[in-house]
Every structure is written in C-alpha cells, then in structure tokens.
T-cell receptor, first 113, second 115 residues
Framework: AQTVTQSQPEMSVQEAETVTLSCTYD???????LFWYKQPPSRQMILVIR??????QNATENRFSVNFQKAAKSFSLKISDSQLGDTAMYFC??????????FGQGTRLTINP | NAGVTQTPKFQVLKTGQSMTLQCAQD?????MYWYRQDPGMGLRLIYY???????DKGEVPNGYNVSRLNKREFSLRLESAAPSQTSVYFC??????????????FGEGSWLTVV
C-alpha cells in the first residue's frame, strides 16, 4: 500500500524568507507521480508542483521547487521569497498505477508580515 | 473554463436523510474521484471510477454509493446520513497520460453538515 507522511503539522516564517516543507512516502512501484497541493482558507485545492518519478531532475515552478530523493523516498517543497499569499495548508500526494491519489496529513504554513 | 463542477456547495441534512452530490467535468477525463476532508485532516478517497461504467472502493467507502452516469458525471449518494459524515466533499478528475503528468483536478468542494 502507498503511504504519504508529512511530519510537520505547522510551520511559520517571516515574509521573504525561504521555507522547506518535508514529505516522505512509501510505494512498491517504480513509476509514480508526486504532487504538492496548496489549500487556502477557501478550501480550494490548487496544484503547486508535480514530479515524475522517472525524471531525476527536480521540478521547479517560479518560487517553488522540490528536492526529490528517490532512494530515500523523500519529496520536500521549497518556497523561496515567501509571500503572505503563500499562507495555506500544503498537502503532499502520490499517485501510481492504481490511479488512487493518496494524501499526507498536511502542513499548515503561515507567512508572517 | 468550468473544469470540475460540484453541486450543491452547502447542504444541511438531518440524521437518516438521503442526498446525492453531483459532479461533472468538461475536460474529457477518464478517471473521476470522490474524496472527503474532515477538519484538520488530509483528503481520504471514498470511491473512484477509472472509466465510464466502472467504480471501485477507496479508503472510506462505508455509507456511500456512487454512479458513473457517463464520462462527464460521477455522483455520490448518502443513503442514510449520519453525523460522522459531516465533512467537506471534493470531486476530482484525472487526465490519463504520462505527458500530461497524471494530474488530478479538483472541484471547489461541497460542505455537508449532518445534524
């Protein structure tokens, strides 16, 4: 069975700082996808970034980047130059051949002015 | 630019009542999903449908039924609502294909309260 673990229930940083959210996962498959979703207070689920397991290069999207360590089954999200609008719940998620997207418990990130 | 549309957005039910949450997507996706999110928790999969005409149980299927009416629509039914089913429900759909990243797109959520 696939599992996703986020060990940081809450994090708080100052605006403009860099913050890293941790995620570890377990899967028996070799071909899978990893995602970070952002959920602001509106509860909308917004895709932040995705990573294909077969790609060694870490994905980046503007201020967001990941550190994908396949052997260690680790998938952390780095937010650079954090902004007040980054305040949200962040969920790490995994999907493999069975098509079921499995989520971690989430990290509540607060960006302080 | 509708994407995934869920109705209703808010609903209050009495214990024992039944209701159906509707979901439709206009992106020609094959796979559709129903998740629930309880306060302070991540999303848990209730049911999913890999293609029209097929449905499978997820992590928390008890108390729910689903129908994949056609490729666009996937409904979730609560036959006899219980307070434990108070939650936010999300419908989602997924494009199949390596080039498209297997990304799942979510609706805006349906807030259900059972009293």
């Amino acid at each position: 069975a696939q599992t996703v673990t986020q060990s940081q229930p809450e994090m708080s940083v100052q605006e403009a700082e860099t913050v890293t959210l941790s995620c570890t996962y377990d899967t028996s498959e070799n071909n899978y996808y990893l995602f970070w979703y952002k959920q602001p207070p509106s509860r909308q689920m917004i895709l932040v970034i995705r990573q294909e397991a077969y790609k060694q290069q870490n994905a980046t999207e503007n201020r967001f980047s990941v550190n994908f360590q396949k052997a260690a089954k680790s998938f952390s999200l780095k937010i650079s130059d954090s902004q007040l609008g980054d305040t949200a719940m962040y969920f790490c998620a995994l999907i493999q051949g069975a098509q079921k997207l499995v989520f971690g418990q989430g990290t509540r990130l607060t960006i302080n002015p | 630019n509708a994407g995934v549309t869920q109705t209703p957005k808010f609903q209050v039910l009495k214990t024992g009542q039944s209701m159906t949450l509707q979901c439709a997507q206009d992106m020609n996706h094959n796979s559709m999903y129903w998740y629930r999110q309880d306060p302070g928790m991540g999303l848990r999969l209730i049911y999913y449908s890999a293609s029209e005409g097929t449905t499978d149980k997820g992590e928390v299927p008890n108390g729910y039924n689903v129908s994949r009416l056609n490729k666009r629509e996937f409904s979730l039914r609560l036959e006899s609502a219980a307070p434990s089913q108070t939650s936010v429900y999300f419908c989602a759909s997924k494009v199949r294909g390596r080039a498209l990243g297997n990304t799942i797109y979510f609706g805006e959520g349906s807030w259900l309260t059972v009293v």
